[in-house]
């Protein structure tokens, strides 16, 4: 089993501050993935970063992916409490294996 | 919408009997399919790989005669829960991955499970 430990584990804060969400292995993985889960649904796709260093944006989202494609981290600006919910990151290995990390859950308070 | 349809969003049912909840991919077609169970405010667990037209691929820990799974068709998947007990009692979710050979997955809306 390739662990993915998130860290922190449980995060509120304040609408309009930031935050950041570390995703860390010991593997190495063809590519990472964020998703987000709302309560009593499944998780939805976020972005997926597969380059060494790639850096995406999605709105007030940041990811990257670590160099040496180990590990990778989310960064929310001016959060908001649309942003609420569990955060997911998910490495890539072999041929549709997917390895979920011990997941991130934000409150964003209005 | 929905790529990926799970049914029953949430079921009740008694110690002892058999629970089967469904996966289908909708407008695709799935071998591959991935059942996971998630404990409240934990993770996803990954519990088998569903093939088509072939046995189920258990993960370490998970009992196959207790978690039967059927892969039937290139669309539905579906996980039986046999003799079920209170510890059962969890979130189950299945996924597909996206065509293309793409790792990324369509996760269904998940099943409540909670045995009584």
């Known amino acids: 089993t390739q662990l993915l430990e998130q860290s922190p584990q449980f995060l509120s804060i304040q609408e309009g501050e930031n935050l950041t969400v570390y995703c860390n292995s010991s593997?190495?993985?063809?590519?990472l993935q964020w998703y987000r889960q709302e309560p009593g649904e499944g998780p939805v796709l976020l972005v997926t970063?597969?380059?060494?260093?790639e850096v995406k944006k999605l709105k007030r989202l940041t990811f990257q992916f670590g160099d040496a494609r180990k590990d990778s981290s989310l960064h929310i600006t001016a959060a908001q409490p649309g942003d609420t919910g569990l955060y997911l990151c998910?490495?890539?290995?072999?041929?549709?294996?997917?390895?979920f990390g011990t997941g991130t859950r934000l409150t964003v308070i209005p | 919408g929905a790529v990926v349809s799970q049914h029953p969003s949430w079921v009740i049912c008694k110690s002892g009997t058999s629970v089967k909840i469904e996966c289908r991919s909708l407008?695709?077609?799935?071998?591959?399919m991935f059942w996971y169970r998630q404990f409240p405010k934990q993770s996803l667990m990954l519990m088998a790989t569903?093939?088509?037209?072939?046995?189920?691929?258990?993960e370490q820990g998970v009992e196959k005669d207790k978690f039967l799974i059927n892969h039937a068709s290139l669309t539905l998947s579906t996980l039986t829960v046999t003799s079920a007990h209170p510890e059962d009692s969890s979130f189950y979710i299945c996924?597909?991955?996206?065509?293309?050979?793409?790792?990324?997955?369509?996760f269904g809306q998940g099943t409540r499970l909670t045995v009584v």
């Open positions: 593997s190495v993985f063809s590519s």
């Open positions: 970063v597969v380059t060494g260093g």
């Open positions: 998910a490495g890539a290995s072999g041929a549709n294996n997917l390895f």
């Open positions: 996924s597909a991955p996206r065509a293309g050979g793409r790792t990324e997955a369509f």
């Open positions: 569903s093939n088509e037209g072939s046995k189920a691929t258990y």
């Open positions: 407008d695709f077609q799935a071998t591959t």
